[in-house]
């Protein structure tokens, strides 16, 4: 009889196929490694990408697992494991890029940097909508701008998952945050405590003197990147800060230089794909929880259920944008094989 230990997995064969259910190997955890047991998956636009093969910055070769993020327990922990023990309730960023082992899976063998302690408010599902958009959000406004108390931030994108992030967190600074986006997302922007801006039917010029009186805002988060990060080197204020979760095109920096403000750009795969910075991504999960905890900080859901068997739907909710928040996978967890 044999002692393999199988588990229900979703695999990209090919790129621009559908992901296929199998079941795979369950993987061991090696030095360093914690063995979860993943209970959710959460799912963001960069998977679409993935599948589909034009995300040349974040490589995940088929066959492969996707899924960036997970929440779930703890089954084992590898050889020099300190931290964590069996039974621990964790979430990350860890994996399905790089040739790391996503999270569309039962379970995962992942560096135990990239962990942190569950939410104690929050369920599985609701935990692993958070790692991806918080850290990218966290790396933006608080490592590299140093948000604090009495800024004026505007966050492009208000309504998206990052610019979703991005309020709470500068909120939960102390700073006034102002956030831009289409006008169905003005509801959402505003129960978050953002002031909406409409940039279809208001100009840079015209939001900037209305809202500042001319002046600029203190920090500008573009989660958009293209025309919109030009659009943030106009809005922000002489001796400014603007951030970037999508600066990759080529953009002329005399607006910004002549206000001597400064740039920052985030790129939040970094860990996975170099194994650099993953103790930091820990810690920000940690700062997470705290935030979670305290009230200042929520995830919002799209309301509808997924699980291995749907992901292509899933992810369909994300192509055709239909989803009202996070969409979110469910996962039955694995199961032993003869």
Do not use: C
């Not at 800024?151 to 956030?179: N, P």
């Not at 900037?208 to 203190?218: E, K, N």
């Amino acid at each position: 009889m044999s002692s393999t230990v199988l588990m229900p997995a979703a695999v990209l064969e090919a790129h621009g196929k559908p992901l296929r259910l199998a079941s795979l190997s369950r993987p061991e955890p090696g030095p360093g490694q914690v063995l979860v047991r993943i209970a959710a998956s959460g799912v963001n636009p960069l998977d679409l990408k993935i599948q589909e093969g034009v995300a040349a910055h974040a490589r995940q070769a088929p066959p492969a697992v996707l899924g960036l993020d997970l929440a779930g327990v703890v089954e084992a922990v590898g050889p020099g494991v300190t931290r964590w023990r069996s039974g621990d309730e964790v979430y990350g960023m860890t994996g399905g890029v790089g040739g790391r082992q996503g999270s569309l899976a039962g379970f995962a063998s992942v560096d135990e940097a990239l962990l942190a302690h569950k939410p104690a408010n929050l369920t599985m599902r609701e935990a692993a909508a958070l790692p991806l958009v918080f850290v990218t959000a966290w790396e933006g406004l608080v490592d590299r701008a140093g948000v604090s108390a009495g800024q004026r931030v505007l966050v492009h994108g208000g309504g998206g998952g990052v610019g979703r992030m991005a309020i709470q967190i500068a909120r939960a600074f102390g700073a006034e945050v102002f956030a831009t986006d289409s006008e169905p997302k003005r509801g959402e922007v505003e129960r978050l405590g953002a002031s909406f801006i409409d940039y279809r039917s208001e100009t840079v010029e015209d939001y900037v003197g209305r809202l500042t009186g001319g002046a600029g805002f203190d920090l500008v988060y573009d989660t958009a990147g293209g025309a919109t990060l030009d659009a943030s080197f106009q809005a922000v204020r002489r001796f400014g800060h603007v951030v970037s979760a999508l600066g990759w095109g080529s953009h002329a920096l005399g607006p910004l230089s002549f206000k001597a403000a400064t740039y920052s750009g985030v790129f939040t795969l970094l860990p996975l794909l170099t194994g650099e910075g993953a103790a930091h991504h820990g810690e920000i999960l940690e700062e997470a929880r705290r935030l979670v905890e305290a009230g200042k900080v929520a995830p919002q859901l799209d309301p509808r259920r997924f699980a291995l068997e749907s992901v292509e739907e899933a992810y369909r909710a994300l192509r055709e944008r239909s989803a009202r928040g996070k969409v979110v996978v469910e996962i039955a967890g694995g199961i032993d094989g003869e």
